[in-house]
C-alpha cells in the first residue's frame, strides 16, 4: 500500500513542525523591526520642537545662549 503524505513518523512531521515554527514567525518581526526603522527615520523633522532627540537637543542648546544674552 502506498504510503500518504500523513504517514510519515511523528517524529518527523513533530522535526518539520518545529522547523516551521522557528522559521516562519521570521516575517512579522521583521515587519516590526522595519515599523520602528521607520518611526525613528519620521522623529528627527519634529524633533526640534519636541525635544525627543538627542542631536536635536544639543541643536537647540547651541541656539539658547544666543537668545538669552
Not at 518545529?18 to 522595519?34: D, Y
Not at 519620521?42 to 539658547?64: I, L, R
Request: proline share 12%; glycine share 2%; charged share 40%.
Amino acid at each position: 500500500m502506498p504510503r500518504r503524505k500523513n504517514d510519515k513518523p511523528k517524529e518527523e512531521n513533530q522535526l518539520r513542525r518545529s522547523i516551521r515554527l522557528i522559521t516562519k514567525p521570521a516575517a512579522p518581526v521583521t515587519k516590526k523591526v522595519a515599523v520602528k526603522k521607520l518611526a525613528k527615520a519620521k522623529k528627527p523633522k519634529p524633533a526640534p520642537v519636541e525635544n525627543s532627540d538627542g542631536k536635536a537637543d544639543q541643536a537647540q542648546k547651541a541656539e539658547a545662549p544666543a537668545d538669552t544674552k
